[in-house]
C-alpha cells in the first residue's frame, strides 16, 4: 500500500475540505485501510523503509485520522505479519536489486520503487493499492508487462491528473 492511501484516508476528518473531485477517493482510501487492518493483508520489506516512511508521514498515536490508526496498527503488529509478508529487498544505488528491468520503468520515482521491489520479491506478486499519484498511470502498463498489478483506488482522479500533467 503506497502510503498517500493512509494519508488521504485522513482527509475524512474534515470532508468539508476535501475538493469535490476527491470525495470518492476519501472513502476508497478509508475502505482500503479499514480492509487492510480487518485482513491484517499487508506485505512489507523486512529492513522497515516502507514502514519509515509511513512513520515519516503518519502519526504513530493512532489519531486523530484513519490513516494515523492503519501506522499505530502497522507498528503494534508488523513483527506479526506471516514471514511471507516481510518481503526481503536489496538496495542498489537508487533501485533495488528486486526492481524489475523493464525500458519503460527506467524513469520511475526512485522513492517509490522500494514498493515495486517488494511486490516484485512476493512470490504472490500481490497488487500494490494506489491512491492519488498520478505518475504511476504513466507507468501501469510497464508494471504490467513485468507481472506488477496497480489498484488504483482513485481511477478517474488519477487518470485526469495524469493527463492533465501531460498536456504542460
Not at 509511513?54 to 501506522?71: E, I, W
Not at 500481490?126 to 501501469?140: H, L
Amino acid at each position: 500500500m503506497d502510503t498517500n492511501v493512509p494519508k488521504t484516508a485522513n482527509l475524512a476528518l474534515a470532508p468539508d475540505q476535501v475538493p469535490q473531485d476527491l470525495v470518492g477517493c476519501v472513502l476508497a482510501c478509508v475502505e482500503a485501510v479499514e480492509h487492510v487492518i480487518k485482513k491484517q493483508a499487508l506485505v512489507m520489506d523486512a529492513g522497515e523503509e516502507i514502514f519509515d516512511e509511513y512513520r515519516q508521514q503518519l502519526s504513530m498515536k493512532g489519531q486523530p485520522g484513519v490513516g494515523d490508526r492503519f501506522m499505530k496498527w502497522v507498528h503494534d503488529n508488523r513483527w506479526s505479519f506471516p514471514e511471507a509478508n516481510r518481503v526481503q529487498i536489496t538496495k542498489n544505488g537508487e533501485s533495488y536489486d528486486q526492481f524489475p528491468a523493464h525500458a519503460g520503468l527506467t524513469q520511475f520515482d526512485p522513492s517509490d520503487r522500494k514498493f515495486i521491489a517488494v511486490a516484485n520479491a512476493h512470490p504472490e506478486k500481490p497488487a500494490i493499492i494506489q491512491a492519488t499519484d498520478s505518475k504511476w498511470w504513466g507507468w501501469k502498463d510497464a508494471l504490467g508487462e513485468v507481472g506488477i498489478t496497480v489498484h488504483f483506488l482513485c481511477h478517474d482522479y488519477v487518470q485526469k491528473k495524469y493527463v492533465k500533467k501531460m498536456e504542460i
